[in-house]
């Protein structure tokens, strides 16, 4: 299914205003930049505000190799390997995302980004019943090592795929039960109303799309679950509970 979340963001998010950055001078490609970097952490923050540019004006090439460089330097930081997968695959490398996604969820396996990020590749790959097993997966991980919030957000990706394989209903249930466990999560009531606001069943999106207003923290916006240019990318994930 081609429908994708950026539909989505005209109703609930709240323009942002973007302070433009100060132009920053790119590093040279020194062979010993990593051990540079890693004890500089100015030049750190130089090369992100760097990155931050390039991403904001389109020059994928060249954010790609800052965050090559930002990787190396901090292997660690799985923020970088990250945006570097979600830059891969809007460039069309798809198997180098997937590689990167990988390697992440091989470090933590319950990665809210990671899984979201693989099954939405995996599903655009056609790959739609492994989708739902690799996610079943990582959701046994998470009941067995009983982390309730991990677990309900690997549920929640799951009822996202479910929509996105045009199982419309399964995908209402799933989030229905989500709600019934723990009906202050504000997640649940916005993935609801963009459905029904998909589905040309507005009267009750505008309910769902209440509720969730009435629950998310001030100024959040719900980033996770829609596509956003990748410098103002913030993952919508266990951390933002309520």
């Known amino acids: 299914m081609d429908i994708r979340m950026s539909e989505v ?8 205003t973007l302070t433009e950055p100060e132009p920053v001078s790119e590093p040279g490609n020194d062979t010993h930049l990593p051990d540079f970097l890693d004890s500089n952490p100015e030049a750190i923050e130089a090369m992100k505000k760097l990155l931050e540019q390039k991403l904001e004006a389109g020059e994928d090439e060249e954010s790609l190799e800052l965050l090559k460089k930002l990787v190396s330097a901090q292997p660690e930081n799985q923020e970088f390997r990250f945006l570097m997968a979600r830059l891969l695959n809007e460039m069309g ?11 992440i969820l091989a470090r933590n396996p319950l990665s809210f980004e990671a899984l979201f990020e693989n099954a939405l590749i995996m599903d655009s790959c056609g790959e739609g019943e492994k989708v739902i097993t690799r996610l079943e997966s990582a959701l046994e991980v998470a009941k067995n090592e009983n982390k309730d919030k991990e677990a309900r957000d690997v549920r929640l990706i799951i009822a996202q795929v479910q929509f996105l394989q045009k199982n419309v ?4 249930k ?3 039960e989500l709600l019934s466990e723990d009906p202050n999560d504000f997640r649940p ?5 963009m459905i029904y606001s998909l589905i040309d069943r507005n009267d009750e999106a505008k309910v769902q799309f209440a509720k969730y ?3 998310s923290p001030k100024k959040f916006e719900v980033e996770g679950y829609i596509r956003t ?3 103002r990318m913030k993952l919508f994930g266990s951390d933002e509970q309520n």
């Open 9 to 16: 963001k005209v109703v609930v998010a709240d323009p942002v």
């Open 93 to 103: 490398e798809v198997e180098p995302a997937r590689e990167a996604l990988e390697e």
């Open 169 to 172: 209903d399964e995908a209402l």
């Open 174 to 176: 799933s989030y229905d």
């Open 189 to 193: 009531y916005f993935c609801k109303g």
């Open 213 to 215: 207003r009435e629950l």
């Open 229 to 231: 240019p990748l410098s």
